[in-house]
């Protein structure tokens, strides 16, 4: 059990940021082969992605789509 003063972490998991960004795992996994995705580290040799890191990654993403005429 954790401590209740203790701050969740702000690394997440490939399969917590992917849905936190609401797409799959294996989008993530592509994505990080193709240098095309959010910054990530490994620690211990797990794959973890910073919330800031995925915040600014979607907002760069975001405004990079191009609207979609007659949707």
Request: proline residues 7%; charged residues 25%.
């Amino acid at each position: 059990m954790s401590e209740p003063n203790t701050p969740q972490s702000p690394f997440l998991t490939t399969q917590e940021a992917a849905s936190y960004l609401r797409i799959s795992a294996r989008t993530m996994e592509n994505w990080r082969w193709s240098n095309d995705g959010p910054e990530y580290r490994k620690h211990g040799g797990t794959v973890v992605y910073h919330l800031e890191d995925l915040n600014a990654f979607s907002t760069v993403w975001n405004k990079s789509r191009k609207p979609r005429h007659g949707s």
